[in-house]
């Protein structure tokens, strides 16, 4: 069928009707995202341009990031297109965002690693420079807000514990977590990490604002480090 118009197609092999009757966990990755692309092109059907996709980027992290631009290089694919597989992956990360707020709460060790694998790490995995990010959490350890505190470029970011307070008593927050990306994609601390952790911890505290866990994004789930769980945020 490669070629032909999905309209021309039987029913039974149309991607949006398996994806009725059948559901969407029936359909492989090609005839999702065909029917997010909807349409082909003259000759070229939208799985067709699906498989191309997948093709050039790999797999959905591949296209994800990718920019706009360089996923119109695909013939068929314009600025439409482009922007409906954009908005289908930020609902996919969005989706990561709210099973981060239900996870059970910090009696688990590992949640905040959890936490940020969920919320930020899809954001962060694959940035090509260093960002700092901040979640502020109420007395219920539910968020009240997540902020960038600032972007580096590839050899690091500076990040100041004075700023991170002001943050935290800005939003009557009575815990954070602090968070930054390795664009290497290694996830081992670094001395200047343990040092900044210990500097926010300590200046935290002097607030009465406590510093669950701060999490290094590297390049996947298992090169996120928490340096809680690491013991530098143990006093003493």
Same mark, same amino acid.
């Given at each position: 069928m ?13 991607p ?5 009757s059948s559901? %969407?966990?029936?359909?492989?990755? %090609? ?7 909807r ?5 070229i059907?939208?799985?067709? /341009? ?7 980027? %790999? ?20 600025p ?10 930020e #609902? ?9 707020? %239900? ?5 688990d060790?590992?949640?905040?690693l ?9 954001y962060?995995?694959?940035?090509p ?14 968020? #009240? ?9 590839s ?14 008593v ?41 510093? /669950?866990?701060?999490? #290094? ?20």
């Amino acid at each position: 069928m490669t070629g032909q118009s999905i309209r021309d197609w039987m029913p039974e092999d149309r991607p949006r009707e398996t994806l009725l009757s059948s559901g %969407s966990e029936a359909l492989p990755l %090609s005839r999702l995202l065909a029917i997010i692309l909807r349409t082909g092109r003259r000759g070229i059907s939208a799985e067709d /341009l699906a498989r191309r996709l997948l093709g050039t980027f %790999s797999n959905l992290r591949g296209i994800d990031t990718a920019s706009v631009s360089e996923i119109q290089t695909i013939s068929g694919i314009g600025p439409a297109k482009a922007a409906q597989i954009k908005a289908a992956l930020e #609902i996919g990360k969005r989706l990561c965002r709210e099973e981060a707020r %239900s996870l059970p709460g910090p009696s688990d060790p590992r949640w905040a690693l959890r936490y940020v694998m969920d919320f930020y790490g899809p954001y962060l995995r694959d940035a090509p420079v260093e960002s700092i990010c901040l979640i502020l959490f109420n007395k219920r350890h539910l968020q #009240i807000r997540a902020v960038e505190l600032g972007r580096g470029d590839s050899t690091g970011v500076i990040a100041d514990p004075t700023l991170i307070v002001r943050e935290a008593v800005r939003s009557a927050a009575s815990s954070v977590i602090l968070v930054h990306n390795h664009p290497s994609g290694a996830g081992e601390p670094s001395d200047d990490d343990a040092a900044l952790t210990i500097a926010v911890r300590d200046t935290c505290a002097l607030f009465g604002i406590r510093l /669950l866990d701060h999490v #290094i994004i590297g390049c996947n789930r298992k090169d996120c480090r928490s340096l809680a769980m690491e013991g530098l945020l143990q006093v003493g």
